[in-house]
């Protein structure tokens, strides 16, 4: 698959570095002005940065490989963000048997279906052959205890870590007429507006949160900051219509759709570790908790931007 326009792809990247750079060099000001030790605060807002720096660095090297790159990226990611889901919930040793699948069939089949685009069985391989084969397995070994709560951790493990993600590097099957080559600004588009989103509405409700939308959920998020990170998301998502088929105004309207379910997976997410007791998916990253921590928006938004970009704009 050819790479997009290289100007294109520089301004992308430029755009990037700048913004971490300033990012980076406020930390550092403020670290060297404020007294030490350093509050946890500053800590993790230097951790955070770093993070990002490392991520933003993946993704390029991702991005510069085309299509196997991010193939390969993403199905790392599925298999780190399963890992940690299934360590958080519960299971048995009858269990064994559909765990090991889970990570050696599933995860290289779906994403052997992206690599070679084969839409029909891609879309239906996990909601409904896995699902049906999955509890099937599990009652054969006999073992009853749990056995509902089991086999939905199971089932929603890899509906959140595979097969919601495997949409992502499945953007770069859709056929747009006029924007051949360049299915890879895509997946920037959806990773910068989501990912920025996230950014937009912790910085509005801290700057202006009152009304907490689901305190006993994610007690941080305030309507405040949905709405405004929202709006200025939507924005973002106009101003980097040049990397998309879409007119600004289309652009402003996908963003905000995506935003919003990225919102919603996120939300989603905060509420299975409120229910299984934790703060963090993992440790994987340092300052952002676990793979899924970075990657829960992404679980919703995927699916949605790529069926909306597929059945408006796809052939």
């Not at 919601?164 to 006029?178: D, E, Y």
């Given at each position: 698959m050819p790479l997009?326009?290289?100007?294109?792809?520089?301004?992308l990247i430029a755009g990037l570095v700048a913004v971490l750079s300033t990012a980076s060099v406020t930390a550092g000001i403020l670290s060297w002005r404020a007294p030490k030790p350093l509050s946890p605060t500053l800590t993790n807002l230097t951790q955070r940065i770093n993070a990002w720096w490392v991520m933003v660095v993946a993704i390029t090297v991702a991005f510069f490989f085309g299509h196997a790159g991010m193939t390969i990226l993403f199905a790392l990611i599925s298999f780190a963000a399963l890992r940690e889901f299934v360590t958080l919930t519960h299971s048995r040793r009858s269990d064994h048997w559909v765990l090991l699948g889970m990570f050696a069939i599933i995860i290289p089949f779906q994403y052997w279906l992206v690599w070679t685009a084969w839409y029909g069985l891609f879309t239906?391989?996990?909601?409904?052959?896995?699902?049906?084969?999955?509890?099937?397995?599990?009652?054969?070994?006999?073992?009853?205890e749990r056995f509902l709560e089991r086999v939905s951790a199971q089932q929603w493990a890899i509906m959140i870590s595979v097969y919601?993600?495997?949409?992502?590097?499945?953007?770069?099957?859709?056929?747009?007429?006029?924007f051949e080559g360049r299915n890879l600004l895509l997946i920037a588009f959806l990773i910068i507006t989501v990912q920025g989103s996230d950014v937009l509405q912790y910085i509005f409700g801290k700057l202006f949160g009152k009304h907490l939308l689901s305190p006993k959920v994610s007690p941080s998020k305030t309507w405040e900051g949905l709405v405004g990170g929202l709006a200025a998301s939507s924005?973002?998502?106009?101003?980097?219509?040049?990397?998309?088929p879409f007119s600004p105004l289309q652009a402003a309207a996908v963003a905000l759709v995506a935003c919003l379910m990225g919102f919603l997976g996120g939300l989603v997410a905060s509420a299975i570790k409120r229910d299984q007791g934790v703060k963090d998916w993992g440790h994987l990253i340092e300052g952002?908790?676990?793979?899924?921590?970075?990657?829960?928006?992404l679980v919703f938004a995927a699916p949605v931007f790529f069926h909306t970009v597929r059945y408006f704009w796809s052939v």
């Open positions: 997009p326009p290289i100007h294109e792809t520089m301004i239906i391989f996990i909601p409904v052959y896995c699902f049906l084969l999955m509890p099937a397995i599990t009652a054969l070994n006999g073992d009853t919601f993600v495997s949409h992502v590097p499945a953007l770069l099957t859709l056929n747009v007429p006029g924005l973002l998502g106009a101003l980097l219509s040049f990397l998309t952002h908790g676990g793979m899924m921590d970075r990657a829960d928006s």
